[in-house]
């Protein structure tokens, strides 16, 4: 992940992890590292006393977590902590819905048992959670701190806006959130909400309560200070049982919200695509096959569609990232896998031509997906010419994407669809005639070839198709 030097030579800090300044996240010979001030190292020590943290941790629902006794001495903190390593880090905007909501759910689980346990979490935020697959882990263990008497939930605006909100966008108006919440990192605005939600739409469940009410409290309170705030709750009787009630309020409303995208062109492509039968299993024994040659650690499958490959691969592979541009797709395959039980594919959302930048604070707080994903096998099937014909991507530079993507002597595998299969000429017939002169084998192959060894291809049975795996260059 992209970094920045931090202390001493080999310690980096996350870039994500800089706006609580009583503890940062950084990285250290492999190890992901937190360290806490004293306040913070307190509130640690509380917090590993307390029964409904160690539930959390043997239910898998937070993230492996130990201190480091005695604390580094090169560690300027007043306790480390040493968190265990997630797969691959994603961001809320390439999640699918279910992910989202999935999320959300476990959000509000962690932070009902907290309260109920005196403690609770200092925000609310998406990105306090992360993926084993396709079960949602909270990783935020510094955002946890005794509860006060009489004071609301911090994180509840934050929640609103990463996660309820892109909720309600979608689940009302099956609008998709995921460019909304790209586009800001702090997430939906009530004022803009509330635009989108007015008239008969703000009866919509949850939408009074927690647009319309949550924007005009705001307003009200605009001026006052967060003292002020606390302590006219107090005076109102604000106790941990409201809150407890609040959660409760909006678990049922998480629940209630479960919105299925419809069907997608993309939907039933494994029925209504050219594969053969024979050229189907041809297919998933060259894959298999070079799984087993690279013994990968990271698998990433490009235009993962229903999973099909990416369960292959993860077979023999220790994770798999299926990135796959239609939502609905990605979402029928996270249901799947999470049905499943599944902790080693992840699935994501996300448009090649397109992927994510990164955001947020000088651009690296959310690192670029580019920045995130060095693979050490990478699957680009029946993909290439949706990005150089669909998108007008010249063939060189789709393959400098794919071997930008993949780790210095990994192996990628790519299929090339010549220009008279029926789905290439389907995309060639929405284009002006000879705009592709270059989309052919002979041009493609020397170009495979000056970006790695070829070390294996096979032409599927129909003989409209053909697969590669590559090492790539060092």
Known sequence: MTGVAFFD??????????????????????????GLDERSARDWHALAAADFFRDLLAAGKVCGTEELTPAPVDLPWA????HERIPFVSHPYEWTYGMLRDAALLHLDVLRMALADGFTTKDGSAYNLQWRGATPVFIDVGSFEPARDGEPWAGYRQFCQTLLYPMLLQAHLGVDFQPWLRARIDG??????????????????????????????????????????????????????????????LEKLVRRLDHRPGESYWSDYQRTCAYSVPD?????????????????????????????????????????VAVEQDAAVADALYRALRAAGERRVLPLVMDLADPSPGGGWRGVERAAFGDRARADLVLALAVVHHLAIGRNVPLAEVLDQFVALTAP?????????????????????????????????????PLLAARGRIVRQAELPSGTRTLYQVVVHG
């Open 9 to 34: 030579t080999g310690v980096r800090a996350e870039p994500g992890s800089f706006r609580d300044p009583g503890n940062r996240v950084f990285h250290r010979h492999g190890e992901v590292l937190r």
């Open 280 to 320: 189907r299993q041809a297919k998933e024994e060259f894959v298999d096959r070079a799984v087993a040659a690279a013994a990968p650690g990271l698998v990433l499958d490009l235009g993962a569609n229903d999973g099909r490959y990416a369960r292959i691969a993860a077979r023999q592979a220790g994770y798999v």
């Open 79 to 82: 306790a480390v902590l040493r």
């Open 188 to 249: 939906i605005e009530p004022d803009q909400m509330r635009r989108l939600f007015g008239g008969t739409r703000r009866w919509r469940p949850g939408v009074l309560t927690h647009v319309h009410l949550h924007g005009a409290m705001q307003a009200r309170n605009a001026r006052a200070s967060t003292a002020d705030v606390r302590a006219q709750l107090r005076a109102a009787g604000y106790s941990r049982e409201l809150a407890l009630a609040t959660v409760r309020g």
């Open 409 to 445: 002597g990994g192996s990628l595998v790519v299929e090339f669809v010549h220009p008279e299969d029926p789905m290439a000429r389907r995309l060639l017939a929405n284009k002006p005639g000879g705009l592709f002169p270059d989309y052919r084998r002979e041009a493609f192959e």
